[in-house]
């Protein structure tokens, strides 16, 4: 099991950027790959990006393709998404997640073994 715990999120005006991190207690963290999902109340678990062990394979969704970067540094545990050009559709509740690649799919639980306990972000004027 691996225990994550994500920081970074906040109030941001759109237009803004912010970086979410998610530290990773545990030895399995460089094995596996990791994923950024979000999620609003009453909507599904949305997977916004993935990336491999070692980074060389990542994926984006299409709502986020070429604002958001999604990256890890093994040797501190520690995954990072930055986002840029934020949206007011951008708000809901940011986690990361980590598993093999095969199971970063389009729709997650954002709950349970691997999961952080999410971080807030909210985009708003």
């Known amino acids: 099991q691996v225990q994550l715990m994500e920081s970074g999120g906040g109030l941001v005006e759109p237009g803004g950027s912010l970086r979410l991190s998610c530290e990773s207690h545990?030895?399995?963290?460089?094995?596996?790959?990791m994923g950024w999902y979000r999620q609003v109340p009453g909507k599904e678990c949305e997977l916004v990006a993935a990336?491999?062990?070692?980074?060389?394979?990542?994926k984006y969704s299409d709502s986020v393709k070429g604002r958001f970067t999604i990256s890890r540094d093994n040797a501190k545990n520690t995954g990072y998404l930055q986002m840029n050009s934020l949206k007011p559709e951008d708000t809901a509740v940011y986690y990361c997640?980590?598993?093999?690649?095969?199971?970063?799919?389009?729709?997650?639980?954002?709950?349970?073994?691997?999961w952080g306990k999410g971080t807030l972000v909210t985009v708003s004027s």
């Open positions: 545990g030895s399995l963290f460089s094995v596996l790959a």
């Open positions: 997640y980590s598993a093999r690649w095969a199971g970063m799919s389009e729709n997650g639980t954002c709950t349970g073994e691997n």
């Open positions: 990336i491999s062990n070692y980074g060389a394979v990542v």
